[in-house]
């Protein structure tokens, strides 16, 4: 299968820092990445669609302004939690798909463990 | 509503016997995709297997197959042969084609912790 990866896969930051999460297609172009939550044992929530070269789509109730996303190509996506807050430590984990279709595959990356401070 | 639900909170089996994870689904679409994802305590999600809506046959993927009754709106995952490296989290997952408007869009199950007894 096709081999997503997240940087990094953690990170323990001060509350009111802003951090960065990466997520790479390695070995395809990714038309459209998305951005999950997830807390322990609890299925993902679903944060944002992003596709490339246009602005990512929030779902209802994600500040759009606390979780800054950017799909820059078509291989990179990030994801920036500005000025976190504990409430904000969780594992975020990205996703990648190559098609549109409901039969295309979404591969996810290893995922990222925020712990705010 | 739901529109994934799965059962089962937690299952065991023991190591070598078949088991078979719940999951049904509420949808209006006539095109939608189910898939099954596995999360072991490192966190990755694994792709397992995947069934269209339009498939006549049954999918299966090595010891992973999928038990697809449309009418009955269920897509259970068995699991043969079960191997202590299978405990691990179980997602059910459809993506529904809503008119082409989904964007590829998942919708998750709940999960299904599965512990494979030796």
């Known amino acids: 299968g096709a081999v997503v990866s997240q940087h990094p896969s953690r990170v323990i930051c001060k509350s009111g820092t802003s951090v960065k999460i990466e997520c790479r297609s390695l070995d395809f172009q990714a038309t459209t990445m998305f951005w999950y939550r997830q807390f322990p044992k609890q299925s993902l929530m679903l944060m944002a669609t992003?596709?490339?070269?246009?602005?990512?789509?929030?779902e209802q109730g994600v500040e759009k302004d606390k979780f800054l996303i950017n799909h820059a190509s078509l291989t990179l996506s990030t994801l920036t939690v500005t000025s976190a807050h504990p409430e904000d430590s969780s594992f975020y984990i990205c996703?990648?798909?190559?098609?549109?279709?409901?039969?295309?595959?979404?591969?996810f990356g290893p995922g990222t463990r925020l712990t705010v401070l | 509503a739901q529109k994934i639900t799965q059962t089962q909170p937690g299952m065991f089996v023991q190591e070598k016997e078949a088991v078979t994870l719940d999951c049904t689904y509420d949808t209006s679409d006539q095109s939608y995709g189910l898939f099954w994802y596995k999360q072991p305590s490192s966190g990755e999600m694994i792709f397992l297997i995947y069934?269209?809506?339009?498939?006549?046959q049954n999918a299966t993927e090595g010891r992973y197959s999928l038990n697809f009754q449309k009418a009955r709106k269920s897509a259970n995952l068995v699991i043969s042969a079960s191997q202590l490296g299978d405990s691990a989290m179980y997602f059910c997952a459809m993506r529904e084609n809503a008119g082409g408007t989904s964007y590829g869009k998942l919708t998750f199950g709940q999960g299904t912790i599965l512990t494979v007894h030796p």
């Open positions: 992003s596709n490339e070269g246009s602005k990512a789509t929030y």
């Open positions: 069934q269209g809506s339009y498939d006549e």
């Open positions: 996703s990648a798909m190559s098609g549109g279709h409901f039969t295309d595959t979404q591969y």
